[in-house]
C-alpha cells in the first residue's frame, strides 16, 4: 500500500470546494458573467412554446395574419439569440474552467518539488502521473460544466414546469408524482458510483505506472528477458481496470435507462389525459400543444443533470485524489526565518556532518 493510500478518506463536497475556491474567488466578474449569459441562454428558450401557444389559440383561429407574421419572426429571433447565447455560454465556462486548473496544476506541480524522497520511493510514477493529469481534468470538467448545466437544467427545468403548472395544473400534478422516483435514482446512482471512481482511478494509476516503467526501462526488461513476466503483469493490472469500468457503465446504463422510462411514463400519461381534455374542450388546443412543447423539450435539461451527477461523482473521487496529494507531509520545511547566504568562496569543508534517507543508513558520515 502507498504513502498516499494509507491516508485515503473520503472528502465532503465541501472540502474538494475549499481546496477550488481560492482559484475562482480573484475571479468573481468573470463568475457573475458566465452566471448572466448562461441565465439567458436558458430563459429565451422558455419562450418558443408560449409563442405556439398564442399562434394557435389566437393568431390563426382569428386569421390576423401581422400576428402570424410576428410571431414567426419572433421565433427566428428566438433562435438566433439562443444560439448566440449559448455560444458565449460555453466558450466563457470552458475559458474560465482552463484558467483555473491551469493555476491549480502549477501549484500541485510545485508541491511535488517540495515532497520528500521517501515520497517518491512509496509512490509510484503512473499515481502521481493520473492524479496531475486525469484527476485534474476531472475537476476541470467540474467546474466547465457545473454553473452552465446547473442554469441550463435547473432554471429551465423550473421555469418550464411553472409554465406548465400555469396552463395545467393537473398535468402538472402527474410530473409531480414521478419526483420522488428521479430523487431516489439520483441518490442510488450517486452512493454506487463514487467507490468505482475512485477505484477505477487509482487502478488507471497502475497501469500507467507499469506501462511507463517499461517504457523508461524497457533494456533492463529485454537485458534480463522478461518480457512474458510485465506482459502478464500488465494484463492483470489491465483487467481489473477494464472490469472497473464496466461495472460503473453497467451501473450508468441503469441509471439513465430509469430515467428515460419515468420520463416515458410521465410523457403518456399527459398525452392521454391531456387528449382527453382537449377533446371536452376542458383544455385549449394551443396550451395543449405549448404544454407538449415543454414536455418535449424537458428531457434536455433532465440529461444534463443527470450528467452533472456523474461529472459531480467522478471529480469527488479525483478531488479525493488531489487533496490527498496537496495535504501530503513536507519532511522538510524551510524556516521563515532563514536567510539568504552570502556569496561563497574558497573551499567548503565537512566536519563532524552525517545524514540518512532511511534510519540506520548513513549515505554520508563525516
Known amino acids: 500500500m502507498s504513502w498516499l493510500e494509507k491516508r485515503k478518506r473520503t472528502h465532503s463536497i465541501k472540502e474538494i470546494f475549499k481546496i477550488i475556491w481560492p482559484y475562482i474567488s480573484h475571479r468573481k466578474k468573470f463568475l457573475i458573467l458566465i452566471t448572466v449569459v448562461s441565465f439567458f441562454a436558458s430563459i429565451i428558450g422558455l419562450i418558443s412554446p408560449l409563442l ?32 448566440i447565447m449559448t455560444f458565449f455560454s460555453r466558450f466563457y465556462a470552458a475559458k474560465f474552467a482552463q484558467q483555473v486548473i491551469f493555476e491549480l496544476r502549477n501549484d500541485i506541480y510545485e508541491i511535488l518539488q517540495q ?20 484527476d485534474l481534468n476531472a475537476i476541470q470538467s467540474l467546474i466547465s460544466f457545473t454553473l452552465r448545466l446547473v442554469m441550463n437544467g435547473l432554471v429551465f427545468f423550473i421555469g418550464a414546469y411553472v409554465a406548465m403548472l400555469v396552463m395545467s395544473w393537473k398535468l402538472g400534478l402527474i410530473l409531480v408524482a414521478l419526483f420522488p422516483g428521479f430523487i431516489w435514482l439520483v441518490h442510488w446512482f450517486s452512493t454506487k458510483v463514487r467507490p468505482l471512481f ?7 494509476g497502475d497501469v500507467t505506472s507499469i506501462l511507463q516503467e517499461n517504457v523508461t526501462g524497457a533494456h533492463v526488461v529485454r537485458g534480463f528477458a522478461q518480457e512474458e513476466s510485465e506482459i502478464a503483469k500488465f494484463d492483470e493490472s489491465n483487467v481489473i481496470y477494464r472490469d472497473l469500468r464496466i461495472k460503473t457503465q453497467i451501473y450508468r446504463a441503469i441509471y439513465f435507462s430509469t430515467m428515460t422510462l419515468l420520463i416515458g411514463i410521465g410523457s403518456t400519461l399527459v398525452i392521454a389525459i391531456g387528449g382527453i381534455a382537449v377533446t371536452r374542450q376542458e383544455l385549449m388546443l394551443g396550451d395543449f400543444i405549448a404544454f407538449l412543447s ?46 539568504d547566504p552570502p556569496k561563497f568562496k574558497g573551499e567548503i569543508a565537512y566536519q563532524s556532518v552525517s545524514f540518512e534517507y532511511e534510519e540506520g543508513r548513513l549515505i554520508l558520515d563525516g
Request: no cysteine; charged share 20%.
Open 52 to 83: 405556439v401557444r398564442e399562434l394557435i389559440n389566437n393568431a390563426i383561429p382569428n386569421e390576423k395574419i401581422n400576428l402570424v407574421w410576428t410571431i414567426g419572426l419572433s421565433l427566428l429571433g428566438v433562435a438566433i439569440f439562443g444560439g
Open 115 to 134: 515532497l520528500s524522497l521517501e515520497f517518491y520511493d512509496d509512490e509510484n510514477t503512473g499515481q502521481i502521473m493520473t492524479r496531475v493529469t486525469t
Open 198 to 204: 475512485y477505484q477505477a482511478r487509482r487502478q488507471f
Open 294 to 339: 415543454y414536455l418535449a423539450l424537458l428531457p434536455g435539461p433532465t440529461r444534463q443533470l443527470t450528467w452533472l451527477v456523474g461529472i459531480l461523482q467522478r471529480a469527488l473521487a479525483s478531488g479525493d485524489r488531489i487533496i490527498e496529494l496537496i495535504e501530503a507531509k513536507r519532511e522538510v520545511q524551510e524556516d521563515p526565518k532563514a536567510i
